[in-house]
């Protein structure tokens, strides 16, 4: 069965001329499995896991300057410059003839514009190839009209059309007027160009905004300027969940600069929506800032007391030794198979909460008139944020929120929340007419954000008399109430082993939290990758086996293992084969280091549509870690559009994921109180845990899917399996503490 994919074009003359081409494609209809290929002109395709509905923009100007339109925000991922690559190398052009605008919020003309997931390659692969080779098949069909020739006798180069036969040539810029007043192909009569006429995709290229970011250029959020501005932050509550109590406000108003303080109540939904705080305006951000000092509060935080992380720890130990919990996948009869396993291994894992802590903090600006707002934000997701502004203003049309989308210095998932959003739009409600610019301190930041959810999990395996997996079970304790878990906390039902194994329970405890939590770089794969990997590596050390091994006899034959319930896309163990025998093979994993103290360690996951193995290098001297080399081999599909950036996502992932194991990085809480403040008691990675890192792409015959995230996860066991190596001491806890022995 295939998927209904229809779309079609839309094509309008330019103010001065030329041509503008909208490109609407409407959702694709999931199938039986909701993951099927789709077929398109040139070659099979596969639909995306998530509907693609939106337009595409690609003018041409008289002059030949093509302007692409970046709809998806960009927060450092590079798909400001990765989608326009396919948009430019289907239409032919020279990418140095190439413009690109960033979108403001709009899902009307675009559709889903969120950067998360690691979806915006899958999603839009095959729609922006269609929207470049559309707008070239209309110039070719205008110049042929000019020169009275066949279309067939007409080729395209580098933004030029060309006509063998008689040695004419003409610049897209010049026909691109005639083009806008033909009828637009439908995108399935066209043929995309084979991959090896690709002249931009799978060229390495800078950034768009590269050389602005080095210049220091306004380019971020927190750089927006605008006439008679004034700077604001917002004071909540020490504990999350805290509600406005009294207040005196009168010594914060008279302090130097400040020209506003308002208090704002919230809308009762601290973990989704506006807070309860207080918002102090003034001509400089550190004059507000130091005004907050003079605030007099009282706090409502008894909802927050006893929520701490001692409490947490000792209530999912009991929880573990008690055993049970609600069952979400079982296969077989684990509990006889562990019983009667010649060999049985256990173990706990835990690892803490984590903040995103990106180096530019929240900040939004807006300006609110005549019943309309307008506002400057780095958001992963603009179009919800505008949706619940709308909602929070009670303004009566969505259009009355105008949302222009700038560029995020970091996001890792933060930025999918639009807490900021809706306080920049409170704020300036309060104050009509005056812009205002909410900028968040870092202790705020650090304190006040969505945190990756911690988590404890009770393993249990059981080896038959040839050392094979026959049982496994995993009981995780985490937040929610009853069977629904808070936002990030959820549970993989198809991670290794699970559909690998013939005996398999995965059950969960929930207790409540008034913490808030979110989505991480690679949400839930970043930490169930370190528990699960590691706990496979007990495995394999038990039946005498290294890692690897392990996991290729897991993997068996070459097929598709289906999750249940249809919860993810088909997991290929043929792919997983090949980054593992890939990453084995250039780590030379099993040839010991010259090194005294020094192992290697291996880690394997599949995350976001990447199959990604990895291994790692260190040493452990007097306690201390140090990381060495690591090695990466990554299937991502047929084709790396950007390597430049490809390999910068994938350095940037493992250096991100060494800090989780490395660095004092965990959000402790007392009461509903964050302890950690800034970057010195929640450090980021450091400039001298920078291994040489070495990348190997295993390419198939797949589309193309994201890299801002799957290749994380594996970095995380493949160092602590490489310490245990090294060391003899198994990390079950993160962030990493050795015994000095």
């Excluded at 705080?277 to 935080?301: F, P, Q, Y």
């Excluded at 909460?353 to 807006?366: I, K, R, S, V, W």
């Excluded at 929340?417 to 909410?438: E, F, R, S």
């Excluded at 090695?631 to 084709?639: I, L, M, P, R």
Aim: glycine share 10%; with cysteine.
């Amino acid at each position: 069965m295939q998927p209904e994919r229809r779309s079609f074009l839309k094509g309008s003359l330019l103010a001065g001329g030329g041509l503008a081409l909208e490109v609407f494609l409407a959702p694709v209809t999931r199938g039986a499995s909701g993951w099927l290929a789709a077929s398109a002109a040139g070659g099979a395709e596969a639909a995306t896991a998530t509907p693609a509905e939106f337009s595409a923009f690609v003018a041409i100007a008289p002059d030949g300057l093509v302007t692409i339109t970046a709809k998806n925000p960009e927060i450092g991922q590079g798909v400001k410059t990765s989608l326009p690559m396919i948009v430019a190398d289907e239409l032919d052009c020279d990418w140095s003839q190439v413009r690109i605008t960033q979108a403001d919020a709009d899902t009307a003309r675009y559709g889903r514009q969120v950067a998360g997931g690691s979806t915006s390659t899958p999603t839009n692969w095959l729609p922006m190839r269609q929207a470049g080779a559309a707008a070239r098949a209309m110039l070719l069909q205008a110049a042929a009209a000019r020169w009275s020739v066949p279309v067939g006798e007409l080729s395209t180069s580098r933004g030029r059309i060309l006509h063998g036969a008689s040695g004419r040539s003409i610049g897209y810029g010049e026909v691109a007027t005639d083009a806008a007043k033909l009828t637009p192909p439908d995108p399935a009569t066209l043929t995309l160009k084979k991959p090896e006429a690709f002249t931009i995709i799978g060229k390495p290229i800078s950034g768009i905004d590269g050389a602005r970011v080095l210049r220091g250029e306004p380019l971020f959020g927190i750089d927006t300027r605008l006439p008679g501005m004034l700077y604001a932050v917002y004071v909540v509550a020490p504990a999350h969940g805290g509600r406005l109590g009294k207040l005196n406000l009168e010594a914060a108003k008279a302090a130097p600069g400040v020209q506003h303080v308002v208090p704002i109540t919230g809308d009762g939904d601290a973990n989704a929506g506006l807070a309860d705080g207080v918002a102090i305006l003034a001509t400089h951000w550190w004059l507000a800032n130091a005004a907050r000092s003079k605030l007099e509060v009282e706090w409502d935080v008894s909802k927050a007391k006893g929520h701490s992380s001692a409490a947490y720890h000792a209530t999912a130990q009991a929880a573990l030794s008690k055993g049970g919990g609600t069952a979400l996948r079982e296969d077989g009869d684990p509990d006889a198979a562990l019983a009667g396993a010649a060999k049985r291994v256990s173990a706990r894992y835990h690892y803490p909460f984590l903040a995103h802590a990106t180096l530019e903090p929240m900040n939004c600006t807006a300006l609110y008139r005549d019943g309309e707002i307008e506002i400057w934000a780095p958001s992963q997701n603009p179009s919800a944020g505008r949706a619940a502004v709308q909602k929070l203003l009670a303004l009566p049309a969505l259009e009355d929120v105008t949302v222009h989308v700038t560029r995020s210095g970091g996001g890792f998932g933060r930025r999918l929340m639009n807490d900021y959003m809706l306080q920049a739009a409170a704020i300036a409600k309060a104050v009509p007419g005056t812009p205002v610019q909410l900028i968040w301190a870092r202790e705020d930041d650090i304190r006040h954000d969505y945190y990756r959810p911690a988590g404890w999990h009770g393993l249990k395996a059981g080896l038959d008399a040839e050392g094979r997996l026959v049982a496994f079970t995993d009981h995780f304790v985490t937040f929610g109430e009853g069977d629904r878990v808070v936002r990030g906390a959820d549970m993989s039902l198809d991670m290794p082993p699970a559909g690998l194994v013939p005996n398999l329970r995965i059950a969960q405890t929930t207790m409540p939290t008034v913490v808030n939590t979110g989505y991480l770089r690679a949400p839930g794969s970043n930490a169930l990758s370190f528990m699960s990997q590691s706990f496979l590596d007990e495995i394999a050390i038990a039946a005498g086996k290294d890692l690897p091994a392990l996991m290729l006899e897991l993997l068996g034959e070459r097929r598709m293992v289906t999750p249940p319930k249809d919860s993810g896309p088909p997991f290929d163990t043929g792919r997983a084969r090949d980054v593992i025998e890939k990453v084995v093979e250039a780590s030379r994993f099993r040839q010991r280091p010259a090194q005294a103290g020094h192992a290697k360690g291996f880690g394997f996951y599949f995350s976001h549509r990447g199959y990604f193995a990895e291994v790692v290098e260190a040493s452990v001297s007097e306690g201390a870690i140090r990381v060495h080399e690591v090695w990466v081999a990554g299937d991502v599909g047929s084709q790396i559009i950007n390597p430049f950036g490809a390999e910068n996502q994938v350095r940037g992932s493992i250096l991100d994921g060494l800090a989780q194991v490395l660095d004092e990085q965990q959000i402790e809480i007392v009461d509903g109180v964050v302890q950690q403040g800034n970057f010195h008691d929640f450090r980021l990675g450091r400039m001298n845990v920078k291994p040489p890192i070495h990348i190997a792409w295993v390419k198939s015959e797949h589309p193309p899917t994201g890299l801002g995230e799957p290749s994380l996860p594996p970095v995380l066991p493949a160092l602590t399996n490489a310490v245990f190596a090294a060391s003899g001491q198994r990390i079950r806890s993160l962030p990493a503490r050795l015994i000095v022995t």
